[in-house]
């Protein structure tokens, strides 16, 4: 789950982590308001106005604006709110139809008074699977696509391994700041910066920090002017007041309705539709539809205990999709009953009507013979399989 970056600094500031002030606001009215405490706080007219949708490289898309004085703050904010914002990381890229703004967030100039006095550093914190602890990226080049500075310049990107089990110490978080060439105050002030961030990530359960920039201050403060957030679903259950800030507004649809039937859904670009249980057989029914010269047109998990009912609605929403050439249904019947499956796919045929994508339908497990014969019956044009490369032939000869 994403984070906006004001909720995401309200999180920071809950474990001592120093991030730039703000307030969010959703009219120009609000804004102004957010403007004049601020004003009131720093005793500066200047402040950010930032476009708040989960999306990177918000700044070159016209989202991210430095006010001067309240005219030029009103101007700015009532052009981002309503404004289809278009990145390199909003669906379809800067081609694409780009994101809703309905918050933005009046900011400080966190670079006042002396801006080239200020250093721009980048940090973040995330699993490393591999090794099996926690990684800590950062480098001085602060405010650039970290993608761009680990392929251009890989010496200047470094890495610091957390043992999960012992936490972070105190030599490790210096190590980040005399690597990134801190001296005197700054040192102290990153290695707190860095603690900070470190016990917030873990006690938080994410999934990812990122703090791009991370910003040295003239006066030698280590704070966060912007921060990407993401925790993990499968422990949003610990962490109910995190759970609340969920904006399913900037979520697909889609996978946002499957969700609330117990589906677990990620939509793709492909031609073919999946309706699998269990993640491993669905990565293994994707990477058959691949090498069958197919592509996937979704993931969807339908979970141990799927009924006809959870098995209907799965079925709907794959066939939602105008690009579904063809559905591969692969269920093998561990925990879960073939015939419930058969049952959803036979009520789901009948409830829809008339349905004119070609389906592949392979059951294997608990009441498979049950199963098969509940389709045989239902007089639908359901083509049945045994083996997953069977499958995989007639998938090929109906998207031909």
Excluded at 127 to 134: G, L, T
Excluded at 268 to 292: E, H, P, Q, W, Y
Aim: aromatic share 6%.
């Amino acid at each position: 789950m994403n984070l906006h970056e004001y909720q995401g600094k309200e999180l920071l500031t809950r474990f001592g982590v120093a991030v730039q002030r703000g307030k969010v606001a959703t009219t120009v009215d609000e804004a102004v308001a957010a403007y004049e405490a601020l004003k009131s706080e720093t005793g500066t007219e200047f402040a950010v106005v930032k476009a708040q949708i989960h999306a990177g490289g918000r700044g070159k898309g016209g989202g991210v604006k430095l006010a001067k004085n309240l005219d030029e703050l009103k101007q700015f904010s009532g052009n981002i709110l309503g404004m289809m914002l278009k990145t390199p990381q909003t669906p379809g890229g800067l081609e694409g139809p780009g994101k809703l703004v309905s918050k933005v967030l009046i900011a400080e100039d966190s670079y006042a008074p002396d801006f080239n006095a200020c250093k721009e550093y980048y940090v973040s914190i995330l699993m490393d699977r591999e090794k099996k602890r926690n990684v800590i990226v950062y480098s001085t080049e602060g405010g650039m696509n970290i993608e761009e500075v680990a392929e251009q310049t890989p010496h200047l990107v470094h890495k610091e391994y957390i043992d999960p089990l012992v936490g972070i110490q105190g030599f490790e978080a210096r190590k980040v700041a005399y690597n990134l060439g801190l001296e005197g105050k700054a040192v102290k002030e990153m290695t707190q910066f860095i603690t900070n961030l470190y016990n917030a990530f873990v006690q938080s359960d994410a999934s990812l920090f990122e703090v791009n920039p991370c910003l040295k201050t003239a006066d030698d403060r280590i704070i966060a002017v912007d921060c990407k957030v993401s925790l993990d679903d499968n422990a949003l259950y610990r962490h109910a007041d995190l759970a609340a800030m969920r904006d399913t507004t900037e979520e697909d649809p889609t996978e946002v309705e499957a969700k609330s039937y117990g589906l677990n859904f990620v939509n793709l670009d492909g031609n073919v539709g999946c309706m699998v249980n269990g993640a491993g057989l669905a990565m293994a029914t994707m990477d058959i539809i691949k090498l069958s010269g197919g592509s996937p047109a979704n993931f969807l998990d339908v979970g141990g205990t799927a009924d006809a009912a959870r098995v209907e609605q799965a079925f709907r929403i794959i066939l939602r999709d105008p690009n579904v050439k063809a559905i591969l249904i692969n269920i093998f019947g561990g925990i879960v009953r073939c015939d419930r499956v058969a049952q959803g796919i036979v009520d789901a045929y009948k409830n829809m009507g008339n349905i004119q994508v070609p389906i592949i339908v392979r059951l294997q497990g608990t009441n498979a013979e049950l199963a098969k014969k509940l389709i045989d019956e239902s007089g639908l044009e359901v083509h049945s399989a045994i083996q997953l490369q069977e499958a995989a032939d007639l998938v090929r000869k109906m998207i031909v």
